[in-house]
């Protein structure tokens, strides 16, 4: 079970650290810990009655309400809204819950509600990248369960999958190639995915390779394919020679290619310094390339 500073649950839901407080003792809401050094901290059942109370509220009961109702009252009102509800936080929330409780069943209800209301493409951008975002830096420090990061993002990468297997193409004088990897060492593989999905949609091939590719490997690939463009995405922390030196070593050996990356890690790079290298800040950045290669 993971331990949230009141700060994380304010994060997570968006309720101000001093309303928390204020409904502890009005309303018994949750009930902090201490540790032996009497430092306050909340558990995984103080968050997600948080996130019920969060998302109900911003529907409009009120909290004086709220704290009446059962629990299978609530859960069941939770799960309406997560089918009907076109609310963005409520559904992030609802996202967050389903991870909490590794419950398949309503990330399902909650997926697939958005994907009917915005599209496929519309679901990954506006709900699930703020998902990612919103509990990302908390993965990062150790505060959400690796069971749970890693039962959600298995779910998100079936419905990529899923998405890209249905994607009929026709090629054109304009498709190009795409070469789609990760680093050794890098397996955050979501985004390498989505943008799989993006490039495939735009009617472009794809020889994808995945998560923690050797170096050599890709030369292999140039050996007998040829590459238009290649796209990584760094996201792992790693000390600025390694990172300086795998992108000297790309664009030295795709010399004729363009080298699109992604990730927390590149941001700062200077393209000016890397000729055939162009730094990727976001999927929608990403799509206006696209639609410009198209």
Known sequence: MANYSIKDLENFTGIKAHTIRIWEKRYNIVEPKRTCTNIRY????????LLNVSILNRN???ISNIVNLSEETINEKILNLAQTNNDLNSQIESMVLSMIDMDENKFDKVFNNAVINFGFEETML???YPFFEKIGVLWQIGTINPAQE???SSLI???LIVAIDGIIQKVTENTRSFLLFLPEGEYHEIGLIFYHYLIKKHNHKVVYLGESVPFDALLE???VKKIDYLLTSIITPVVDDQLTTL???LSENFKDSKLFVAGLQVQNIDPKNNGNIQPISSSMEFKKILESIS
């Open 42 to 49: 909340y558990d995984d059942e103080d968050l997600k009655k």
């Open 60 to 62: 409009g009961l009120k």
């Open 126 to 128: 506006k709900l699930v």
């Open 150 to 152: 890693h039962f959600i």
């Open 157 to 159: 990468r079936q419905k």
């Open 221 to 223: 690939v140039a050996k």
């Open 247 to 249: 992108l000297e070593n």
